[in-house]
């Protein structure tokens, strides 16, 4: 039981210091939402982030909370209406959200929140069965130019990351994104299997849920979502084979509206504290998660960017009316 | 759907309690068409979204027929007279869960009136013992999920002076 | 031969003296979370994961082994004694389980259970060890249209939960089937019977419907017909501990489930609610006391049991051989692999033999541990029942609300949950029997999207349902199962309800 101490011990803290001085960041209770049931990857962010904040001695306390429902939606409208100008809460999320929000009709949306930090993020690759005749992204691309009803993609959930990526692609090698035909499966599971058994001519996931199938060469990687080749990787990027397609699914931290300034400033100070720590470091080795801490406004910018950019590819697929 | 608890058992009689079944299965097929109806189609291919709804529809529908013949012909199995004030103390009992977790009443609150709500449907009258037992044991459970698997539930005025 | 030689030695690290004892608190560990209602093995993994996190990998294995089955057997206890399932796999438990346990034979079912659980558990591991490279190859052929198929056979075979008469178990079916469609179209992202209520979105939470029409809808009957007959709850009648006939209409059921979980489990679609679901419809066919089932047999406990662990030693063969997590618990488990910087998947069992075997064997050590903690706690579970009959259907509720209020605190969950109350009560009332419901919300929206999926993949072309081999088998085997009851009259144990 090697939290409970911890916990009791920063509880028993918490009231001897209760009474002095609270401007010290260290004194910090924070309350954050995982906006998912419990396990799943925002509340492992969630919980990650109480760990290394607490660790750090960053945060007196952090409570992690779960509200779980509809890809976020349910979560940010209760963090939004029920936090709002409150300086101590924060929540995760990350990209499928975006697409989340926007599908569900979600009155709640992105922009109302205080973006505070990028945290993580996942490359995505495109994979094909070994016995698969397509070896390049080019290949790919051709096939879907000559009839794309006949190319299918096994991929997550409906308007997820990797649908999203299904179209980006077939619009960046100009087809006809609209009619791209993406088989969802629930889980990385699933939709694995189905490639492995050729039943799909290609597969979108995030790449380290592929990458022991790559190396043993059962799934030939076609190619990779990042700007720049991963290093020590022979995996070629979309970019490289002349494909403008770059993505990562992503995870950050928000705060409520309605926050001054002053409030703001603390918890991005404590987000990259925390990001900086060696408890934080050890966390992203453990679970593989590369770091992509961006804040402030390059991250409010980039929220913004993507936010248009996935609405539109959902709207162009027909997931979200225009 | 609730009437019916006065009719006396009565073979070869019609069964109003089975036609109000019979008819709520028909309303049923009729919100799964209706809600289909407003699906966008946007599957390019095989089938959409829309036609799942369509066949749990019909198979409402006909076993609606089916439940309407068993009902007129009086077919539907006896039953016995029911303590319907017990079951609504129960379902009280339930609804004012749903309150206080609903304005931030807390885990303890609302389960301990649930806890004294049925007891005392189940023919318990010593209220206040009841109180205390349910107050302790749901602490005991709020403080075993929050303290030691750090798992929370909804807290309100009590939880906080834990 | 070579795997022998692996097993011994996994076998010779796990049995080490401290490693017995890690794989005792795990167990413990593991059943006192897991017994909480609401809180089902993954949960009860992710929870107490961060426990292992200072031993070593072996030792950290092993215990993380005996959480698992102790969370599984957990689950299972809650199901039979309140009958408030914490997952869908352990729904078929309760269906006899709990009415074993009303009747005073709460010991022999959790008997059977935890020997079950053993029995499953050590051959579907021992299945591991050796078919996994096999199996899996098997596996990964299954397409859409191989799961719609075998779909097919559950819903033809679950027909045995329905009861004496046709139209009201298909009522009940069809009210599942209804319920399952609540929520986002997985295939097209649109919402389907959600009347814009963004909590319906996800649809309908298995175990909200199974605790609302289970345990919330018995405890509003009971109260109902308080007045007619006092009901007596004896917590034991006759033997606590199992009698020579339930060992014999155990065993059988034992083995029938394994041979139902394990295979089904090693599908990465296949889940362990089907095998359970298959092995109780098996066993109540297969009876000899067909006038027990639905008020307490004891096979209708053994054999789902026996399939629901055996399906989560299934689970493992892609976990292990591909990497593949196929359950919520798996992906905990996969987890916990990644702390060590392991990849479970097709280079595992090639880099890292002493840990597969040593997985292996800590999972036999695991179920052993099980059996020597809880068969002495039968016993004190049981007396639970004997607590006055208002405080026990209070706790009851209360135990089954907290289930809900942990894992979503809405109000439109708890109100989903008093309203399946509601239902369930008014089904008992008009003699409408319950499982269907629960089938039809689990196997309605499967079927759906995999032959939505086939259906897409062929370009809207039927025929590749029966271009499969695989998927052709099933469809044929449904199709003889459906009619050869009609075509044996009298021999069918289907009575016609019209006279």
Redo the contacts between chains.
């Keep these: 039981m090697i939290p409970v101490p911890r916990r009791l011990f920063g509880a028993a803290i918490a009231f001897t210091l209760a009474v002095a001085s609270p401007a010290l960041a260290q004194q910090l209770e924070l309350k954050l939402m995982a906006p998912a049931a419990p396990g799943g990857g925002w509340d492992q962010t969630a919980r990650a982030m109480q760990q290394a904040l607490v660790a750090a001695k960053i945060a007196r306390s952090v409570q992690v909370t779960n509200v779980a429902g509809a890809g976020g939606s349910v979560g940010i409208a209760q963090f939004v209406n029920g936090a709002k100008g409150d300086g101590n809460q924060m929540m995760v999320n990350g990209f499928v959200m975006v697409g989340a929000l926007a599908m569900n009709k979600s009155p709640v949306t992105l922009e109302q929140v205080t973006p505070i930090a990028r945290l993580t993020e996942e490359i995505q690759v495109i994979v094909v069965p070994a016995s698969s005749p397509l070896k390049t992204a080019q290949d790919l691309a051709n096939a879907l130019k000559a009839d794309i009803a006949k190319v299918t993609f096994a991929g997550g959930s409906a308007g997820g990351v990797d649908h999203v990526m299904a179209a980006l692609f077939a619009g960046a090698v100009g087809a006809d994104a609209k009619k791209v035909n993406y088989v969802p499966f629930s889980g990385g599971g699933e939709s694995l299997a189905a490639i492995l058994g050729a039943k799909v001519t290609a597969g979108i996931s995030g790449l380290s849920e592929y990458e022991g199938q790559i190396k043993s060469g059962k799934l030939r990687a076609i190619g990779v979502s990042s700007e720049k080749r991963i290093p020590g990787s022979d995996i070629p990027t979309f970019k490289e084979q002349g494909i403008d397609l770059v993505l990562a699914n992503w995870r950050s931290v928000v705060a409520p509206p309605g926050i001054t300034a002053e409030q703001r400033k603390t918890l991005n100070d404590a987000v990259e504290k925390m990001v900086k720590s060696d408890a934080w470091k050890d966390i992203l080795k453990q679970k593989g998660w590369d770091d992509a801490y961006l804040s402030g406004d390059a991250f409010q910018d980039f929220l913004k960017k993507e936010i248009v950019r996935v609405t539109d590819v959902l709207k162009s697929v027909g997931l979200v009316k225009s | 759907?609730?009437d019916g608890t006065s009719n006396r058992p009565a073979p070869r009689r019609v069964d109003r309690?089975?036609l109000v079944?019979a008819l709520a299965?028909a309303v049923?097929a009729a919100?799964?068409v209706w809600?289909?109806s407003q699906?966008?189609s946007?599957?390019?291919?095989?089938?959409?979204?829309g036609a799942?709804?369509v066949v749990?529809a019909v198979?409402?529908g006909l076993?609606a027929i089916?439940?309407l013949i068993?009902a007129l012909r009086g077919?539907?199995?006896p039953?016995?007279s029911?303590?319907?004030k017990?079951?609504l103390?129960?379902?009280i009992?339930?609804?004012l869960?749903?309150a206080i977790?609903?304005f931030g009443g807390g885990?303890i609150l609302?389960?301990s009136a649930?806890?004294?709500t049925?007891?005392?449907?189940?023919?318990?009258r010593a209220i206040v013992t009841?109180i205390v037992?349910?107050l302790v044991?749901?602490t005991l459970?709020y403080l075993?999920?929050d303290?030691?698997?750090?798992?929370?539930?909804?807290s309100g005025p009590l939880e906080r002076l834990l | 031969m070579e795997t022998f030689a692996a097993l011994a030695h996994g076998m010779a690290v796990a049995v080490q003296p401290m490693n017995l004892l890690y794989a005792l608190i795990g167990v413990f560990l593991g059943t006192a979370v897991g017994v909480l209602p609401g809180i089902g093995p993954a949960l009860t993994v992710a929870l107490l994961l961060p426990v292992t996190y200072k031993l070593d990998p072996g030792g950290s294995l092993i215990m993380f082994a005996g959480i698992y089955y102790g969370g599984m057997y957990g689950g299972s206890t809650t199901a039979i004694l309140i009958n408030t399932p914490g997952e869908s796999a352990s729904m078929a438990t309760a269906l006899e389980g709990n009415k074993m346990a009303k009747a005073g034979r709460g010991g022999p079912a959790l008997a059977t259970a935890a020997i079950g659980s053993f029995v499953a558990g050590t051959l579907a591991t021992i299945g591991l060890a050796f078919l996994a490279p096999w199996l899996v190859d098997v596996a990964v052929r299954f397409g859409p249209e191989d799961y719609f198929a075998l779909m097919c056979v559950a819903f033809v075979t679950v027909s045995a939960t329905f009861g004496d008469s046709p139209i009201r178990g298909l009522t009940s079916l069809f009210i599942g089937l209804t319920l399952g469609l609540v929520g986002i179209d997985k295939l097209t992202g649109q919402p389907r019977l959600s009347f814009g209520v963004p909590e319906l979105l996800d649809g309908v939470e298995v175990t909200t419907l199974a605790v609302g029409l289970f345990a919330v809808g018995e405890a509003l009957y009971v109260v109902s017909r308080r007045h007619h007959a006092e009901e007596k709850l004896e917590p034991v009648r006759g033997s606590l501990w199992m009698t020579a006939q339930d060992w014999k209409r155990s065993w059988k059921a034992w083995l029938r489930g394994t041979m139902f979980g394990f295979p089904i489990g090693a599908l990465p679609a296949g889940g362990a609610e089907i095998p359970t679901f298959l092995s109780y419809s098996t066993e109540r066919r297969l009876t000899n006391y067909p006038q027990e089932f639905g008020k307490g047999a004891i096979e209708g406990v053994a054999g789902p049991e026996a399939a629901n662990n055996a399906s989560a030693a299934g689970t493992l063969v892609p976990l292990l051989t591909l990497g593949l997590p196929t359950s919520a618990t798996a992906a905990m488990m996969l987890a916990g692999f990644q702390q060590y910087g392991l990849n479970p998947g097709p280079l595992l069992f090639a880099e890292r033999p002493d840990l597969v075997w040593g997985l292996i064997a800590s999972l036999f050590i695991a179920n052993v541990m099980l059996l020597v903690l809880n068969l002495p706690l039968v016993g004190l579970w049981v007396k639970l029942l004997a607590i006055p009959q208002p405080w026990l259907y209070a706790g009851i509720l209360v135990f089954a609300t907290m289930g809900t209020i942990a894992a979503k605190p809405s109000v439109v969950e708890l109100s989903m949950l008093a309203g399946f109350g509601v239902l369930g009560f008014l089904m008992r009332r008009f003699d409408f029997p319950i499982a269907p419901v629960v089938v039809g919300l689990i196997l309605g929206p499967i079927a759906e999207s995999q032959l939505r999926r086939a259906l897409q993949i062929s370009l809207g072309d039927p025929m590749t349902l029966l271009q499969s081999p695989m998927s052709a088998t099933l469809l044929a085997i449904a199709l003889i199962a459906l009619i050869a009851p009609f075509v044996m009259k009298g021999l069918g144990r289907f009575k016609a309800s019209e006279d």
């Design positions: 759907m609730t309690a089975g079944i299965l049923l919100v799964l809600d289909a699906l966008q946007a599957t390019t291919y095989g089938m959409g979204p799942m709804p749990v198979g409402l076993l089916g439940n068993d077919n539907l199995p039953r016995e029911a303590d319907v017990a079951v103390l129960i379902l009992g339930l609804a869960l749903i977790i609903g885990f609302a389960t649930l806890f004294v049925t007891s005392a449907a189940f023919g318990r009841d037992i349910a044991l749901t459970i075993a999920f303290k030691l698997l750090t798992l929370s539930l909804p």
